[in-house]
């Protein structure tokens, strides 16, 4: 048990370090781009580069931690962090800036998803939901400091203090890794048997927490990419869009926990539909924001709506991981929430060059709680055999 609370700590240490370094850039990343000559549909380029990296090589590398082995890809993919950092700061160009986001998505590939792969492995039967949850909390309170600490950053030593930051930071992490962390030693299926990927995405619920995942991802990339640039319009700077990014994802770490302990009451599937609807429906009120509380409350409810979701999913996804490969479930998981991260900046960023930025979150609220509505009568019953049947 010692040995267990030792693991989570070094993780949660860690992904906390690496996602505050992350969460630092996000308020100026859209905003750099643009300096660069970035269109919008380009915009959505430089972060969907990101996603598409991390969509394509998780489910590969989740696979292989299940077979070899989890510690080296963290190393390597913390290590990659640190030098990627520099990268941002020494672009020139939108076609740089977008090879080393790209590059940076491939690192990224290599730690969260593996470092919930580990945390997966720990959790009992009944706990999925709560320990999940728990760690996610290292990833939302890194994530959320970062875009506060990223403001205060740029407006007193200027843009590239951020990203220096962020070197920095992953470094720490990278340190604390391959000094304290243990090699995973626990199987992650009852068989131990290599399966292929074709067969883990057609097995029963994977389909429905993908497609969830997808969802509530596309929902919080266009929070995450276009909010900063609404918010100027509006005449809100920087370091408030720092803020209200801050608590939107604040709210998400704080409400973790007790979402966790729900879902695991049996209540999962509830607060997926319920989740996925608020999150996706609050894009939607922000062009009829016209002040910073305004904006304030419209990315609050977006991070209300992700709380719910988000601890239910990862329980789910937690019963597959113990009969097809933790690594390989949780590869599965980020690479929806990858895929989601790719699809809404490319079209957010066509709706914003043929229209208006206005049009995208609109389209985008309305989409998304159509979408939900589909998705959850299409898959209802899966999630149903996977909750009743533990893994599928």
Do not use: C
Not at 26 to 55: D, M
Not at 190 to 213: C, E, I, K, Y
């Amino acid at each position: 048990m010692n040995g267990d609370k030792r693991l989570f700590g070094v993780l949660f240490i860690s992904v906390f370090s690496a996602m505050l370094g992350l969460g630092i850039v996000v308020p100026l990343l859209p905003i750099y781009a643009e300096e660069l000559g970035a269109s919008g549909i380009w915009i959505g380029l430089i972060f969907s580069g990101f996603a598409a990296a991390r969509a394509f090589f998780m489910p590969i590398v989740g696979r292989l931690s299940d077979e070899s082995g989890r510690k080296r890809f963290i190393v390597f993919g913390l290590l990659g962090y640190a030098l990627l950092s520099i990268g941002y700061v020494t672009a020139g160009s939108v076609y740089t800036l977008t090879a080393v986001r790209f590059l940076h998505g491939i690192a990224s590939a290599m730690v969260v998803p593996i470092a919930m792969a580990y945390i997966g492995d720990l959790s009992g039967r009944g706990e999925e939901g709560a320990l999940m949850a728990k760690f996610q909390v290292s990833f939302f309170l890194g994530l959320g400091s970062g875009p506060l600490l990223g403001g205060v950053l740029n407006d007193a030593f200027g843009f590239s203090s951020a990203f220096y930051a962020m070197a920095a930071l992953s470094t720490l992490a990278f340190l604390v890794i391959v000094l304290f962390l243990p090699e995973a030693k626990r199987p992650s299926s009852r068989s131990g048997d290599r399966v292929s990927l074709r067969w883990a995405f057609r097995q029963p619920g994977v389909p429905a927490v993908m497609a969830f995942t997808a969802l509530n991802s596309a929902a919080r990339g266009l929070l995450l990419v276009f909010m900063p640039l609404y918010a100027p319009r509006i005449s809100i700077a920087p370091g408030e869009v720092g803020v209200i990014l801050t608590v939107s994802i604040f709210l998400m770490a704080f409400s973790q926990v007790p979402m966790g302990r729900m879902a695991d009451r049996g209540h999962a599937l509830s607060m997926i539909m319920a989740g996925s609807v608020v999150s996706a429906a609050s894009l939607a009120l922000i062009p009829a924001t016209t002040t910073f509380w305004e904006l304030f409350i419209a990315a609050a409810a977006n991070g209300l709506g992700s709380a719910l979701i988000l601890p239910a999913l990862l329980a789910v996804t937690v019963k597959l991981g113990r009969g097809m490969g933790m690594g390989t479930s949780m590869g599965a998981y980020n690479t929806a929430m990858s895929l989601g991260m790719i699809t809404a900046p490319l079209l957010g960023g066509l709706v914003m060059d043929l229209s208006s930025m206005e049009l995208v979150f609109v389209l985008g609220g309305a989409a998304g709680v159509g979408a939900s509505g589909v998705v959850y009568q299409l898959t209802r019953r899966s999630l149903e055999a996977v909750e009743a049947g533990g893994s599928g």
